[in-house]
């Protein structure tokens, strides 16, 4: 469905250089996208100094919509676009061996998804947005309740300023806030600062919000600021330098649920960081500083540091970057990074010639679980009672023993791509990695190598790709384990002299030893795997596909010498009447055959679903 306003003055407005127009009492046409109005609301003033893609970019990044397309028409720029997508399927499911080997529930099933998209542009790059998406299914493996929203957000930006409620996917910073809540965040520009918020609840799904019965893990109410430089602001030529501090605060909601067996006990933290970028043409510099505090019930208060840099320089022919990372073990905030983590890395791309080029990639790392542990109280004296003289020493409390992970590994990529053989690409991967656990007397150690050579000429396509790989284990469980073999795949593809009709016909064989010895003394074990695939497409352009993939193979497992067999089956045949609407038919079958009968299973689908918009 999709409307189209009429202007009543006429003004004309820059969006990144780009014209949007409104003439007087006539039909208003798209001068500039929807996705370019946004944008401009997103970046404000700053906007004319990015380029067309930088804004996009941006404006992607913060809507969580896919990356928007310029679109150019005379006219003026009102638009209002409301699409509605359908997605209904019928299945049913046969399976044997159980959830662990085979996770599909097993019945007659179905699923309905419906998903709506509202947008509006008007008059002065005034934009509004709206976007649901609901799942109704009665397969309890594939979500956890019958009706499930997946996707809610409804939002509001005009020049200089951005809002929406709902999901929103939070990246302020990496020591900062990356992370999705349920809330609401706003962006507004403010001359040559931004300044951006977001406050709500990391949780579940929309139900756990209002009903704590179906909880698994506490809600997490957060908050997060993050003041910044508009893009530009510290502009000057080809260098370009921005500033930003993020502030974040959360606080867990201890409503217990029958769900939570064994429930931990609340906490609640604040963090801060500051952070700044540099660019000059191919130097580009990153650099963050955070600190935080951590307040768990019962316990005392913790704080942490975290500081992570990076430096990268895309030259031609040679490119680098390298960095480090230090993020205390008690740092906490609402991001993803691992706190513990003490990183440095390095990584050298040469192109020593426009045939031959080398990559070398080196990391070392140590990691230190959280000292938490270390502050549990001892436990409570025993009861005095008379001496027992038969009774073992009662031995003193020790906090549990920490042990520290350090990591190395190194790698060395080289590449041949001649010109004198078109079609022909190569390159061969040397690496080691080395682990060994403080504490624990354990130490482990992985050499791998990898060779890879393609061809493609006249619509056929070839590859080899052999590795090997093996694993050595020291200390007081030694172990040593080694897996060699190869892949070979050939494809061909045909086409009518239209182009309308084209089939792709791909396989595929691979072939793997493994070897497993515990100790120099015990024979080594030997197992192995092979696998041959075949997959069919055919395409016919508007009016459907075929698709056929099959596979078939066999193994040996190397700890209990237990012989196997797999092979399954898939088709799937889509019929498309029109562009909107579409109809799928498919099947499936997957079987595992083992001696061993608690390892065999078998999954047998067929099903049915109508795909279409309107």
Do not use: C
């Not at 003490?342 to 959280?370: H, I, K, L």
């Not at 040397?430 to 006249?458: C, F, H, I, M, P």
């Not at 086409?495 to 010895?517: E, P």
């Amino acid at each position: 469905m999709q409307h189209v306003l009429s202007g009543s003055t006429k003004r004309s407005a820059a969006v990144n250089g780009l014209s949007v127009r409104w003439g007087p009492r006539r039909p208003v046409a798209v001068a500039v996208s929807l996705s370019v109005a946004m944008a401009a609301g997103l970046i404000g003033n700053a906007a004319q100094a990015l380029a067309d893609d930088e804004v996009l970019r941006q404006f992607a990044q913060l809507t969580q919509m896919p990356l928007p397309q310029v679109t150019q028409t005379a006219g003026g720029a009102t638009q209002l676009t409301w699409n509605t997508t359908l997605d209904l399927s019928v299945y049913r499911n046969t399976q044997s061996g159980g959830a662990t080997l085979n996770p599909n529930a097993a019945g007659n099933l179905h699923r309905a998804i419906i998903g709506s998209d509202y947008k509006r542009v008007s008059e002065g790059d005034v934009t509004a947005w709206a976007q649901t998406q609901v799942t109704q299914t009665n397969d309890i493996a594939s979500q956890r309740h019958p009706l499930l929203v997946n996707k809610v957000q409804i939002g509001y930006s005009q020049p200089g300023f951005v809002g929406a409620v709902g999901d929103l996917a939070v990246a302020h910073s990496t020591l900062g806030t990356t992370l999705p809540i349920r809330g609401a965040q706003a962006q507004k520009f403010l001359g040559p600062i931004y300044v951006s918020g977001a406050a709500g609840l990391f949780i579940e799904d929309w139900r756990s919000t209002y009903n704590k019965a179906v909880r698994t893990a506490y809600p997490r109410e957060a908050y997060a600021l993050k003041v910044g430089s508009a893009p530009g602001t510290f502009a000057s030529g080809a260098a370009t330098f921005d500033v930003y501090a993020t502030g974040q605060q959360f606080s867990d909601v201890t409503a217990v649920s029958p769900l939570m067996t064994n429930p931990l006990n609340g906490a609640k933290g604040a963090s801060a960081t500051v952070g700044a970028a540099f660019r000059y043409n191919k130097i580009s510099m990153n650099i963050e500083a955070g600190k935080s505090r951590f307040d768990e019930q019962g316990a005392k208060r913790l704080k942490d540091e975290a500081l992570m840099a990076d430096f990268s320089f895309q030259g031609d022919p040679v490119a680098l970057r390298f960095g480090f990372n230090d993020v205390g073990g008690l740092y906490s905030t609402l991001s993803t990074v691992s706190p513990g983590t003490r990183e440095a890395f390095g990584n050298v791309a040469w192109r020593m010639t426009p045939e031959f080029s080398a990559t070398v990639d080196a990391r070392q790392s140590r990691y230190t679980p959280s000292s938490r542990t270390a502050i549990i109280p001892p436990p409570p004296a025993p009861i005095a009672l008379p001496p027992d003289p038969f009774a073992p020493p009662i031995p003193a409390f020790a906090p549990p023993i920490k042990v520290i992970t350090d990591s190395e590994s190194a790698s060395v990529t080289l590449a041949w791509n001649p010109a004198s053989i078109p079609g022909f690409n190569s390159s061969l991967t040397l690496g080691r990695a080395k682990t060994e656990q403080v504490g624990a007397d354990s130490r482990t150690q992985s050499d791998n190598a990898s060779l890879t050579l393609g061809y493609s000429k006249d619509g056929w396509t070839g590859g080899l790709n052999l590795t090997q790989q093996q694993n050595d284990s020291f200390g007081a469980t030694p172990n040593e384990a080694k897996t060699s073999g190869g892949t070979v795949n050939l494809s061909k593809s045909f086409a009518d002299s239209t182009g309308q009709r084209s089939l792709n016909v791909m396989s595929s064989y691979t072939k793997q030893w493994q070897t497993n010895s515990a100790n120099a003394v015990q024979p080594a074990a030997r197992g192995w795997n092979d696998r041959i695939m075949l997959t069919l497409g055919f395409n016919w352009t508007n009016v459907g596909m075929l698709n056929v993939a099959g596979f078939l193979g066999h193994l040996k497992d190397p700890v209990s010498g237990a012989l196997g067999k797999q092979d399954g089956v898939q088709v799937d045949a889509t019929w498309q009447w029109n562009p909107k609407w579409s109809f799928k038919l498919y099947g499936r079958e997957n079987r595992n055959w083992q001696t061993l009968a608690a390892q065999a299973y078998k999954d047998r689908g067929v099903g049915a679903s109508l795909v279409g918009s309107f």
